[in-house]
């Protein structure tokens, strides 16, 4: 968008749109409600002020991406700020690693090299994956989250997928 008026009726129109969804990535990430609200709230500002000096992404279908993160961030920085921790699984309760220090060189090799390649996929498919395989959420709400249908979401993790593929084939 060119002026700072088309970003601001664009995301006038997302914040309504995407309300929820966003509360509900500040949420996720370990902040009250009340709190959540605020990020989205700071993000909001973030995001027009970023819209303001003409640095947002040039699709505006990767700016609800783009905002998720921006909210997702502001709410880690809020967590931290105010030294809530994120409530985690004990450790005692999760399973032990099991096998050779071999075997667990190889996983954690394994896991790098899968974390490279999704580092090359676009911001969205990497959204997708993040959202959809990482968090587990359901597709619904990734599609919710990302401002794109249900079936784009799909589309987008089987070509991610086979990306990933060939990726970790070619290294």
Not at 17 to 24: P, Q, Y
Not at 85 to 113: C, I
Not at 129 to 158: F, K, N, T, W
């Amino acid at each position: 968008m060119s002026s700072s008026v088309d970003v601001l009726e664009a995301l006038g129109g997302m914040a309504r749109r995407e309300r929820g969804a966003l509360v509900r990535v500040a949420i996720r990430e370990g902040v009250s409600v009340e709190d959540a609200v605020e990020c989205v709230q700071d993000a909001l500002v973030t995001f027009l002020q970023v819209g303001q000096r003409g640095a947002l992404p040039s699709e505006p279908a990767a700016w609800s991406p783009y905002l998720a993160g921006i909210v997702r961030n502001a709410a880690r920085n809020r967590r931290r700020r105010h030294h809530v921790v994120k409530p985690h699984d004990d450790v005692e309760a999760l399973p032990s690693p099991s096998g050779t220090t071999e075997e667990l060189v190889a996983r954690a090799e394994a896991h790098v090299r899968l974390r490279a390649c999704v580092d090359q996929l676009c911001e969205t498919q990497k959204a997708v994956v993040m959202l959809r395989l990482l968090d587990e959420q359901p597709g619904e709400d990734v599609a919710s989250a990302l401002g794109i249908s249900r079936g784009y979401v799909d589309v987008l993790l089987h070509r991610a997928k086979a990306s990933l593929r060939v990726c970790l084939s070619a290294t």
